[in-house]
């Protein structure tokens, strides 16, 4: 079902190069595997850094109609892999995308893989979402089957990995995947070059990386996070985050040209109006902080105690906030009656482009 795919180096396009695991936050620190923090070297010469999801599980939809099923209820296209092979790995394609209900929002955010098929064999999918979802979003999707051939089905014996680079000198053109291992896939993420590699597998993740070590998943976080890219029900609460607001389009998730699909009328409309005056942002806490963290949706709030926002998700002092743009040069706060006032303070991703930094 599932084949190897090689990597072969940095991709193309924006970002270029900067795909390496370099955190804005501080672009010479290297991470301390386990250790939560960005400094220190790396632990025995690793070069990747290979993480265990166990919070992400799969869905395979497979059946003679499961392209245009899928495409109606996606805002993005679809990840149609290159052909199969008996002399070379087929190309294997990851897209994000969310579903989304009648209202425009989110309900799951999930990366699908167009898993390689051979021409007598019929298309087949991997959508990887929230663990804690699975079940809905498979009800979900046998809602809508109605009388399409598709095969709806959970995909236990694949793990979800994320590989992320530990070495941003030495890292590009690396041979990730050695060539006996053909029952996992590895590819792109495609949310941004900064979130490295997505690796399915049903063997030990680090052990299928030359070079790679098994990493804390608290780190994992704590990078994505400054990086600013929401993952699951906690940082996109299922019927009330709104795609653009949560920079589904700086995400390569949207498709302003595909047909039509559940929730596109909100979506298409504010696009095409060009006004988004609130966005999901990285934020850095500083401060006491309450011993079981900010609560979500705790209102953020300027110098002069005007509402600028809501803090959304996070790990300690990094996580998400939705704030109006125009409010997060000046200073920001959070009030909480456990430890008082805590400083916030928001950035814009360097790989955001740049026209609305």
């Known amino acids: 079902m599932a084949a190897t795919t090689l990597l072969r180096g940095a991709a193309p396009g924006r970002g270029g190069s900067a795909w390496c695991w370099r955190l804005r936050a501080a672009p010479r620190h290297r991470l301390a595997h386990g250790s939560g923090r960005q400094d220190g070297d790396r632990a025995g010469g690793a070069a990747w850094a290979c993480f265990s999801l166990r919070q992400r599980a799969l869905v395979r939809v497979r059946?003679?109609?499961s392209a245009p099923f899928l495409l109606g209820l996606l805002t993005n296209e679809l990840p149609l892999p290159g052909p199969a092979a008996d002399a070379a790995p087929p190309l294997v394609r990851a897209v994000y995308a969310h579903f989304l209900n009648v209202q425009g929002r989110t309900l799951?955010?999930?990366?699908?893989?167009?898993?390689?098929?051979?021409?007598?064999?019929?298309?087949?999918?991997l959508l990887e979402c929230d663990s804690s979802v699975l079940d809905a979003l498979q009800k979900h999707l046998v809602l809508?089957?109605?009388?399409?051939?598709?095969?709806?089905?959970?995909?236990?014996?694949?793990?979800?990995?994320?590989?992320?680079?530990?070495?941003?000198?030495?890292?590009?053109?690396?041979?990730?995947?050695?060539?006996?291992?053909?029952?996992?896939?590895?590819?792109?993420?495609?949310r941004t070059a900064r979130m490295g590699w997505r690796l399915l597998a049903q063997d030990k993740g680090s052990t299928l990386v030359p070079g790679g070590q098994l990493g804390d998943l608290q780190d994992y976080h704590r990078h994505r996070y400054l990086q600013g890219v929401p993952e699951g029900v906690h940082d996109l609460p299922p019927g009330v985050a709104l795609p653009l607001e949560s920079n589904l389009a700086f995400m390569n998730g949207v498709s302003f040209t595909k047909g039509c699909y559940i929730g596109q009328e909100l979506t298409a409309r504010t696009h095409h109006m060009g006004v988004i005056r609130k966005r999901?942002?990285?934020?850095?806490?500083?401060?006491?902080?309450?011993?079981?963290?900010?609560?979500?949706?705790?209102?953020?709030?300027?110098?002069s105690g005007q509402a600028a926002g809501k803090y959304r998700a996070g790990?300690?002092?990094?996580?998400?906030?939705?704030?109006?743009?125009?409010?997060?040069?000046?200073?920001?706060?959070?009030?909480?009656a456990e430890s008082g006032r805590v400083a916030l303070t928001a950035s814009v991703p360097d790989w955001w482009p740049t026209t609305t930094k």
């Open 63 to 65: 059946g003679p109609d």
């Open 108 to 125: 799951y955010d999930v990366i699908f893989y167009g898993v390689p098929q051979h021409a007598d064999q019929e298309p087949a999918f």
């Open 144 to 190: 809508h089957k109605i009388r399409r051939k598709v095969t709806v089905e959970p995909c236990p014996e694949l793990h979800v990995w994320a590989v992320l680079s530990c070495d941003p000198e030495g890292a590009s053109g690396a041979t990730l995947l050695q060539e006996h291992k053909s029952t996992a896939i590895l590819t792109r993420d495609p």
């Open 280 to 303: 999901l942002f990285p934020v850095q806490l500083s401060g006491p902080l309450p011993a079981n963290g900010i609560a979500p949706g705790t209102t953020v709030l300027t110098e």
């Open 315 to 336: 790990q300690g002092d990094v996580g998400l906030a939705l704030l109006h743009s125009e409010k997060i040069k000046g200073p920001l706060h959070i009030r909480t």
